[in-house]
């Protein structure tokens, strides 16, 4: 049984978000809320500068559009207690505008109609559960929560780094940088910005900035409480960021069995490792949250460590996205038959 999806934006990531749902037998995209015409939608589906055509056609009808003979329809309120998820029969609405991020706003889809909602970023507050795959996807909890987080781009690539690293030979304490590609929440010019920094062109400088993904890091591996910390290094490319985290282990280790531990335990498929001597735009596409450089792995003294993991923050990030949905889905379809039986 096949659950039924809506999308909420359709910017970077709900595109990306509806390009991997589309290929997804468990999800069935039943509406997109946008407010661009289907013309506009249809031609940036189809066509993409960092990621390439879309091998399926998408396109424009009178109610929205159409992709292999599927009608997806097209709602474009700004009001989502008057989006029509209830009439549409909507399991699950993937929040994609960023606007929505407190639990108490997205509350809104479920007074819509919807059954849950899932944020395409981290919650700004609210009764949300943040779930990181690979990391605490087995604790996702349908009865409690009607809200759902998946977090940021660089905290499901930094998690199962943690987590794998924690498991296996115990953190003690560490930082993180991550060095990441702009986004839209820069200016491509000088302008007025909250962040100082951000207000800089993002195309001629590399830009300090905060970040959340270490902090955020507790409610997923609540062990690791306090124990790292970091920042974030905005860069002028388009697309793909890494995160370069140093810790202290309970253990000494040798680089070897630090990227031995990572391809033993790949945590159901996020995390990769190459061996390889790539750049940035090897891994465009790349639909890992979180890929182990071995070459760059280094051990200082016998228990510092330094681990670069690169990650697509856009395409890896959405294929979570999809993930989490369809086993939110998948919850509710258990529930259900529970009850039933």
Not at 26 to 32: G, K, Q, R, S, T
């Amino acid at each position: 049984m096949t659950t039924n999806i809506a999308i909420n934006g359709m910017g970077r990531i709900g595109r990306m978000v509806l390009r991997i749902a589309l290929k997804n037998e468990d999800l069935n995209v039943v509406a997109i809320n946008a407010s661009y015409p289907p013309e506009t939608i249809a031609h940036l589906i189809n066509y993409d500068t960092t990621h390439g055509a879309y091998d399926l056609k998408v396109e424009p009808t009178d109610n929205g559009i159409k992709v292999n003979q599927q009608e997806i329809k097209l709602v474009s309120d700004r009001n989502p207690e008057r989006l029509p998820w209830q009439s549409l029969g909507i399991d699950v609405v993937i929040e994609a505008t960023g606007k929505f991020n407190h639990g108490d706003k997205a509350e809104a889809h479920i007074a819509a109609g919807a059954k849950k909602v899932l944020l395409t970023g981290p919650s700004k507050g609210g009764h949300v559960q943040m779930i990181v795959k690979g990391v605490n996807d087995d604790r996702l909890d349908v009865e409690k929560y009607d809200i759902f987080s998946n977090a940021s781009c660089t905290t499901n690539c930094i998690g199962p780094v943690a987590k794998v690293l924690n498991d296996r030979f115990g953190i003690q304490n560490g930082l993180m940088t991550t060095v990441h590609a702009i986004t839209n929440d820069q200016n491509n010019i000088d302008n007025p910005h909250k962040d100082l920094r951000r207000a800089r062109s993002c195309n001629e400088s590399i830009i300090p900035t905060s970040t959340g993904a270490a902090k955020a890091l507790k409610e997923v591996l609540p062990e690791l409480e306090g124990k790292l910390h970091g920042m974030a290094l905005r860069v002028p490319t388009k697309n793909v960021s890494l995160v370069d985290l140093v810790v202290d282990l309970d253990t000494d280790v040798t680089v070897d069995q630090v990227n031995q531990a990572f391809k033993d335990h790949d945590l159901n498929g996020v995390i990769s490792t190459e061996d390889a001597p790539l750049v940035s735009m090897d891994y465009n596409t790349n639909p890992h949250s979180a890929i182990i450089d071995t070459q760059s792995t280094m051990v200082m003294g016998e228990n510092k460590v330094k681990i670069i993991a690169w990650y697509d923050n856009e395409w890896g990030y959405s294929n979570r996205v999809v993930e989490v949905a369809a086993y939110i889905g998948q919850l509710l379809k258990n529930d259900i038959a529970a009850v039933v039986n």
